[in-house]
T-cell receptor, first 114, second 114 residues
Framework: AQSVSQHNHHVILSEAASLELGCNYS??????LFWYVQYPGQHLQLLLK??????LVKGIKGFEAEFIKSKFSFNLRKPSVQWSDTAEYFC????????????FGTGTRLQVFP | DGGITQSPKYLFRKEGQNVTLSCEQN?????MYWYRQDPGQGLRLIYY???????QKGDIAEGYSVSREKKESFPLTVTSAQKNPTAFYLC?????????????FGSGTQLSVL
């Protein structure tokens, strides 16, 4: 079955530092890829998504992610983080055999200090 | 306002008791989902429904049951067979993940065992 790995469980950065959060999935083929974010006390919301086309996708708040098919990866990046980026970040991938089923990773908790 | 409403926000269950978590959406979405969020484990899919009167088991369906009698409603029952029910439960809806539509999430229900 499809699975998603987020190896960074807890990341602590200072403001203006660069961010890269890893996301790897287990099975190739045609998949849809998503990053969701959960700010403290708020609903989970979509950060960005990849379906096809340009493997470098840009999302809200200056985030971007690169789909590397050969590495089964969809890492999230931001050149300069802000305190307001403190949140939990979840990578998600569609199931290989049922593309209406979304599999989430375990999440990465990001803390940004001023 | 369009969105997903989960109730109650907090729920306590006694040993051997069944409890039902409510999820209502007014987004006219076909698909609805229930996820369980535990610290360090991310979101795990319990059940999902792609259309009224139809639903499928997710990865951790044991001890849970659902119904989808109306398009806008997808209640989750946590039965006494679920031995570790304490968790944060999230309901979500979308048109179609397969067409790269994003999930809209509710604000969640925290279930605790007395």
């Amino acid at each position: 079955a499809q699975s998603v790995s987020q190896h960074n469980h807890h990341v602590i950065l200072s403001e203006a530092a660069s961010l890269e959060l890893g996301c790897n999935y287990s099975y190739g083929g045609t998949v849809n890829l998503f990053w969701y974010v959960q700010y403290p006390g708020q609903h989970l919301q979509l950060l960005l998504k990849y379906f096809s086309g340009d493997p470098l996708v840009k999302g809200i708040k200056g985030f971007e992610a690169e789909f590397i098919k050969s590495k089964f990866s969809f890492n999230l990046r931001k050149p300069s983080v802000q305190w307001s980026d403190t949140a939990e970040y979840f990578c998600a991938v569609t199931d290989l055999y049922n593309t209406d089923k979304l599999i989430f990773g375990t999440g990465t908790r990001l803390q940004v200090f001023p | 306002d369009g969105g997903i409403t989960q109730s109650p926000k907090y729920l306590f269950r006694k040993e051997g008791q069944n409890v039902t978590l409510s999820c209502e959406q007014n987004l006219n979405h076909d698909a609805m989902y229930w996820y369980r969020q535990d610290p360090g484990q991310g979101l795990r899919l319990i059940y999902y429904s792609q259309i009224v009167n139809d639903f499928q088991k997710g990865d951790i369906a044991e001890g849970y049951s659902v119904s989808r009698e109306k398009k806008e409603s997808f209640p989750l029952t946590v039965t006494s067979a679920q031995k570790n029910p304490t968790a944060f439960y999230l309901c979500a809806s979308t048109d179609r993940i397969a067409t790269n539509e994003k999930l809209f999430f509710g604000s969640g229900t925290q279930l605790s065992v007395l």
